[in-house]
């Protein structure tokens, strides 16, 4: 009998050290990586899958403005993922012409955001890969994505099902032919959106420049509210040095250049809705309106460059209420650095900081950055969202809220879909 134990000890010993060697745990999750594939169980995920390291998707250049090109991207990975592949790093597109193909100017995506750390924070979900991964580049299945009212929903996802098994699968490679992926129908809910813009964080040479911008802004701040003591209010002394805490900021979303305004008046007539467009005079007024807020306070206007040499954007605000854009700021120098779609990526960035947002809910720039901004608030254990006291409020100008000011925005993450992000709404939720 004691040799007959002392066996079975030896024998379960031996199971617990290979299985250490050779299934090792990552905090968070179990990862087992073979050759072509990568597992990963992640119970508070709710998943256990495999993305495969070994079969692509090509998706077609990525166009249009920043935020329609996140959705885009977001769309091709999701795509991506419903076929169980890798998806190839995909080209986006630094200017922003809509149609002549030929001034598009192509920019890679790891230009603008960090490629290993998006696959490090969606590992188990989605996966980007380098054209380099693949073996045989001649033999790619060519699959194009339909269009015109006969090409609905249904025929779309069951164009994706019939290309993730049998011969389809075969393939190494399928590339997506035809219209930008924004175009694209959508099978996905909002969360899974949200799961992939999560993983989106720039390079560091554009977040230095999103962090210089931000300085600046505050810089402003300690001047209006009279503290010249120190650059942020000291909060506490740690053993690692003083904790600060930023003076806050307002960012406005500013819409009224002209062709957004002939768009959106369009949008009211074709929809029957009065509460899509709104002046600057209309702005300014509800922003001075937002219960609770503290003044003196700066007020960064995001304006499309076309308005930086229009001084009225800066009038009417009243005292307490101290606007700046880019050009007063002093910090036109930086955007006029880069392309297009980096300048956006910043004001993007600096919108996402302000401690207090208001955007156009007909914006897609607006929503996504609310979006984010809920995302926030929810990691933060936020209950209340819509409560009085809360940490990064947003609000939407366009629509009426207490007091005549702007109405209080957060996402509804129960959405089935991207619709009300992509298009816009005047259905918020709080």
Request: net charge positive.
């Amino acid at each position: 009998m004691n040799s007959v134990t002392s066996k079975c000890l030896i024998l379960l010993v031996t199971v617990l050290i290979l299985r250490a060697l050779m299934f090792p745990s990552f905090p968070g999750f179990e990862r087992i990586e073979w050759s072509n594939l990568v597992y990963i169980r992640t119970p508070l995920l709710n998943f256990d899958f495999g993305i495969r390291k070994d079969k692509f998707l090509v998706a077609p250049q990525i166009v249009w403005g920043l935020n329609n090109q996140k959705i885009a991207f977001a769309r091709a990975c999701l795509t991506a993922r419903r076929l169980n592949r890798t998806l190839l790093m995909p080209s986006l597109s630094a200017s922003l012409f809509y149609k002549e193909i030929d001034l598009l100017q192509p920019i890679s995506f790891d230009k603008i955001f960090q490629f290993e750390k998006f696959n490090t924070l969606c590992r188990g979900f989605v996966r980007l890969g380098h054209y380099s991964d693949v073996l045989n580049r001649t033999e790619v299945l060519e699959m194009e994505k339909g269009s015109g009212r006969r090409w609905t929903v249904e025929r779309d996802l069951s164009q994706l099902k019939e290309h993730g098994k049998g011969s389809f699968d075969d393939h190494e490679v399928i590339q997506i032919v035809g219209k930008n992926p924004f175009l694209w129908h959508d099978h996905w809910p909002l969360k899974d959106y949200a799961r992939i813009f999560e993983c989106l964080y720039l390079t560091e040479e554009i977040a230095k420049e999103v962090d210089r911008v931000v300085s600046r802004i505050r810089a402003v701040g300690r001047k209006i509210t009279g503290n010249t003591q120190a650059v942020e209010i000291q909060k506490n002394i740690t053993n690692d040095g003083p904790s600060f805490e930023p003076l806050p900021y307002v960012a406005v979303h500013m819409r009224i250049e002209i062709d957004w305004m002939i768009h959106c008046k369009k949008l009211e007539r074709r929809l029957n809705a009065s509460q899509i467009c709104s002046d600057k005079k209309e702005i300014v007024e509800r922003v001075r309106n937002i219960a609770g807020l503290k003044t003196p306070v700066v007020v960064y206007l995001a304006v499309a460059d076309k308005l930086l040499n229009n001084s009225s954007i800066l009038e009417g605000w009243e005292d307490g209420f101290v606007p700046f854009e880019k050009k007063k700021l002093g910090v036109d120098g930086i955007y006029k650095k880069y392309p297009y779609l980096i300048q956006s990526a910043i004001d993007y960035e600096v919108c996402l900081r302000a401690d207090t947002f208001v955007g156009n809910s007909f914006s897609t720039f607006s929503s996504l950055i609310v979006l984010e901004r809920t995302q926030k608030m929810i990691r933060m254990n936020g209950t209340n969202l819509c409560g009085e006291n809360v940490r990064w409020p947003s609000y939407a100008y366009n629509i009426p809220g207490t007091s005549n000011g702007p109405k209080r925005w957060v996402t509804n993450m129960s959405e089935s879909n991207l619709q009300s992000i992509s298009y816009g709404t005047n259905h918020i939720s709080c």
